[in-house]
């Protein structure tokens, strides 16, 4: 028998990253977990008003999302608790831009993904960006084959439930493979 435990999300975990962006001239960064993917190119991210950043991605109509790794677990959640309008975090790293020129991004971080913005709709006390990528930037040593190895990324997990970091695990099963054979319960 099934209980009940309310209107729960369980979607958790979700990739932490810091989104980038220009406020009053200068790059400006948030910690954000509740990121996804409308389509492989287009991202969606729900941001609170209240936050200082979403300021930013309205006037300039660009962002970034920079993946950390579990290395940087303590910077990305120092991020996340001081704000922009008091706190000049970009002052933690080392900012490059891309097309864009108002997209910063984290020299830091393995992984940088520079994003215009398509649409923002207004939730009432949240703001939803959704962004196209323009360009995905790498570091070579997060690459096997060519392509982004996860666990070369180790990217941080959060879980708002329990409200903790988490790590990914191995990959067990080939994708779009392991199906072709009738299942068996």
Not at 100 to 116: G, L
Request: charged content about 20%; aromatic content about 10%; overall charge negative.
């Amino acid at each position: 028998m099934k209980n009940s435990i309310g209107k729960l999300n369980s979607l958790y975990p979700l990739p932490t990253v810091l989104v980038g962006t220009i406020i009053n001239g200068k790059p400006n960064y948030i910690t954000m977990a509740h990121v996804g993917i409308l389509k492989i190119n287009i991202v969606c991210m729900g941001m609170g008003k209240a936050h200082y950043s979403g300021q930013g991605i309205i006037e300039n109509r660009t962002f970034s999302i920079n993946i950390p790794s579990t290395k940087q677990t303590v910077v990305t959640d120092y991020c996340g608790l001081v704000s922009g309008k008091n706190t000049n975090k970009a002052e933690l790293f080392n900012t490059f831009y891309g097309v864009t020129e108002t997209a910063p991004m984290i020299e830091e971080f393995a992984v940088n993904m520079e994003c215009k913005l398509l649409d923002h709709l207004d939730y009432g006390s949240h703001n939803v960006f959704i962004g196209e990528i323009v360009n995905t930037f790498c570091d070579d040593s997060v690459l096997t084959d060519g392509r982004l190895d996860l666990k070369k990324i180790d990217p941080i997990l959060f879980d708002m439930n329990s409200r903790r970091y988490w790590q990914l695990g191995d990959s067990y099963a080939n994708a779009w493979s392991i199906g072709k054979t009738q299942p068996e319960y």
